[in-house]
């Protein structure tokens, strides 16, 4: 049996694939989010938060972010 990996949190380089916009564009939405979700800078985001953030399916992301 394999067993598949997949990941829980986000990073620049995923909402750089999902939105288009560049790595320092992304790296400072990633910042947004999480100011606006009250995280503290060491927590990480996960991507049902991103995407209940950006009002996207998680079904939407899922494939441009695991391929």
């Known amino acids: ?3 598949e990996k ?9 909402i750089q694939r ?3 916009k560049s ?3 992304s ?3 990633l910042q947004k989010v999480k ?3 009250n995280k503290l800078g060491n ?13 996207l399916k998680y079904e939407q992301v899922a ?3 695991f391929g």
Not at 43 to 55: K, N, P, Q, S, V
């Open 1 to 3: 049996m394999k067993i």
């Open 6 to 14: 997949q990941r829980v949190c986000i990073y620049p380089k995923d």
């Open 18 to 20: 999902i939105t288009g």
């Open 23 to 25: 790595y320092r564009q």
């Open 27 to 29: 790296t400072r939405l």
């Open 35 to 37: 100011n606006d979700l």
């Open 43 to 55: 927590e990480f985001l996960t991507i049902e938060e991103f995407c209940l953030y950006a009002g």
């Open 63 to 65: 494939h441009l972010i």
